[in-house]
């Protein structure tokens, strides 16, 4: 009995996939996508992906009511057509958040505060907007998360058993790729396309390896440090022939040109929404701070170079004159040399207060120079009687 129902369900299976032609090559997928797609799937939010060329469908709650409900039908019509993303539970996100800080963290105090976001509320939220404000952790984060990303969307598809292939990964030109596209379901293609079918085909047995989820480091002598380039990912345009047109609607073709594009968390679409949310956050507050003493300082400055270039004031000349004669007047005394306290003083008798009757230099060092003379009570003996 159960093997009857079992070839009665292959029998519709086969039936089913029938309808729609069959695909020469591996799926072409983008893996930006993908990770997009796992990191905003939420209770309101779902996303598929087509099995047969690969495209990805978004489907929320603000969506009208009649073209959902002919999406829900063509997608229980074919079920083996369209894979529902799975959702990142609460203790995944925990679980990502935990392997950076304990592989990537060297910061005690930074690993303290993190460990207490971890375990708040908002957790994924509070812990992007405390990453984007430390920046030498910021780098550290993005390259973490779409390793472990990449390595969750292959054990995934694997789990389903499909063969694929990401664009990124592929060393082709975009000539050959948009003909791969364009003859998806073509048995019969040119030499150059059907060299690029197999070589597809090899580079999609890669993602089944061991390797492929534990992914080790190269041994041997490191290579020499070089300056990082940034590449733009090598990608084609959208071709798509067996789109119904129930689901063109909900088709989700986003142009990401880089990882950095894709937020950790649900809330924000955009890495750009996720910046403007920081606004009005500690970081903007301190380099308001800063804007404004650096606005002070240049005004400082302006005023300086303004009193040192003021000329033909009266009583500018005066004070300067003033200034270096009392300079070398300070040089001199300091430096000994006595001999020139006649000509130092003519020059700054004019500048100088006038004397008091009465009360003259040489009376002041004497003042200054004298003593105070000790006066001590002389002891009487006393005479004892013998």
């Known amino acids: 009995m159960l093997s009857s129902v079992f070839l009665f369900n292959e029998f519709i299976l086969v039936i089913i996939m029938a309808k729609y032609p069959k695909a020469q090559n591996p799926l072409m997928l983008r893996f930006r996508r993908l990770m997009d797609a796992f990191a905003k799937s939420d209770d309101e939010r779902d996303f598929y992906l087509d099995t047969v060329e690969g495209f990805l469908l978004f489907v929320n709650l603000d969506k009208p009511k009649k073209e959902l409900e002919d999406l829900e039908k063509e997608v229980h019509s074919n079920p083996e057509r369209y894979r529902l993303v799975p959702k990142m539970t609460y203790y995944e996100t925990k679980k990502f958040m935990e392997g950076f800080v304990n592989e990537k963290v060297y910061d005690?105090?930074?690993?303290?505060?993190?460990?207490?976001?971890?375990?708040s509320k908002e957790a994924r939220e509070n812990f992007l907007e405390f990453i984007y404000d430390h920046l030498t952790e910021l780098e550290k984060w993005q390259q973490y998360y779409v390793e472990r990303s990449r390595i969750r969307i292959i054990e995934w598809l694997r789990n389903e058993e499909l063969i694929f292939i990401f664009e990124e990964d592929m060393e082709l030109n975009k000539d050959i790729l948009e003909k791969l596209k364009l003859h998806l379901f073509d048995a019969k293609v040119t030499k150059d396309v059907s060299a690029a079918r197999e070589a597809l085909k090899v580079k999609s047995k890669t993602y089944y390896l061991s390797?492929?989820?534990?992914?080790?480091?190269?041994?041997?002598?490191?290579?020499?440090?070089?300056?990082?380039?940034?590449?733009?990912?090598?990608?084609?345009?959208?071709?798509?022939?067996?789109?119904p047109s129930c689901v063109r609607y909900f088709l989700y073709l986003p142009e990401i040109s880089n990882a950095a594009g894709v937020t950790f968390s649900s809330r924000f679409d955009t890495e750009a929404d996720l910046l403007a949310s920081l606004r009005g956050s500690s970081r903007v507050k301190v380099d308001e701070k800063l804007k404004e003493l650096s606005e002070r300082l240049e005004s400082l400055r302006h005023l300086s170079s303004r009193l040192v270039s003021v000329e033909g004031?009266?009583?500018?000349?005066?004070?300067?004159?003033?200034?270096?004669?009392?300079?070398?007047?300070?040089?001199?005394?300091?430096d000994g040399v006595s001999e020139k306290k006649g000509r130092i003083l003519s020059v700054v008798s004019g500048f100088l207060p006038k004397k008091v009757k009465g009360v003259g230099p040489r009376k002041v060092i004497k003042k200054a120079g004298r003593r105070a003379v000790k006066t001590v009570t002389p002891l009487k003996k006393k005479h004892g009687n013998k």
């Open 108 to 119: 005690i105090d930074t690993k303290e505060k993190l460990g207490d976001i971890i375990h």
């Open 211 to 243: 390797e492929a989820l534990n992914p080790r480091p190269k041994r041997g002598r490191p290579p020499k440090q070089a300056a990082k380039v940034e590449l733009e990912p090598q990608v084609t345009v959208d071709l798509y022939t067996t789109v």
């Open 313 to 334: 004031i009266p009583g500018i000349e005066k004070e300067k004159k003033l200034i270096t004669a009392v300079s070398q007047a300070e040089k001199m005394l300091v």
